[in-house]
Structures are given as C-alpha cells and as structure tokens.
C-alpha cells in the first residue's frame, strides 16, 4: 500500500485521494484533458482519481455502487467540482451535467469497476 496524496482547492469540494492528483482529478495513472472526474468508492466512502489509485493506496479491495443507491452522489467532476449522482453520472453522454465540461467517453468501458450493471448498458441500439 503507497501512501496516498489528495488534492482538493475548493473548500466545498470533497478530497480526492490518488497518486500525483491535479486540481481536474487527474492522476499519475489517467491524465488526458477528458479524464476529469474522481469516483466516490462504495467501499470506504472516499473520492479517488481511479481505480489503481484507490489499489494503491487502500489495503481493502474496492467495491462497486449497487443498482439500488444509483442516486447517491458519488461522481466529482474535477472541473467545476458538482457531484453528480450516479445514475445522472451514467445518463450524461460523458459530460457534466452543471458546467458541460467533457469527460472521457472510454470510462464506459470501466463503469463494472465502480458500479453494478446491467447487461443492456453495453448493448448499442
């Protein structure tokens, strides 16, 4: 387990936790101009920047948000610091709901990382 750095400029922001995290939430491991949101984790409550972050630095293994709490607020965009809930995270065609800032499309492929799913969420029309 690697100790941990934060960052957070807000005051009214949570901590994001994470290795070499920027004022966006990037990290060490994920650092384009899209990779700009942090996830609250299930298992222990705190924001990290990602999952290998959040391995790193926590000696539990992570757990994922059931399909039934999809209303809790657990996704910081880095940009404007709103916290969306899950399911308006999942909804948002990958860009903040208050500010519009984008966020990495490709996430998708690692929502079963963070969150239960359902089989149709990977299914294309």
Request: glycine residues 6%.
């Amino acid at each position: 387990m690697l100790n941990s750095t934060h960052l957070s400029h807000d005051s009214n922001a949570p901590v994001v936790y994470g290795l070499a995290v920027t004022s966006l939430t990037q990290c060490t491991h994920w650092h384009s101009p899209l990779d700009i949101i942090a996830i609250k984790h299930f298992c222990c409550k705190k924001f990290y920047a990602c999952i290998s972050c959040h391995d790193a630095c926590e000696a539990h293994k992570p757990g994922v948000w059931p399909k039934d709490l999809r209303t809790e607020k657990a996704v910081l965009c880095g940009k404007c610091k709103h916290v969306l809930a899950v399911d308006d995270y999942m909804k948002s065609g990958s860009a903040c709901t208050k500010c519009g800032s984008g966020f990495n499309p490709g996430c998708k492929n690692h929502w079963a990382l963070y969150f239960e799913l359902d089989q149709k969420v990977f299914q294309t029309p």
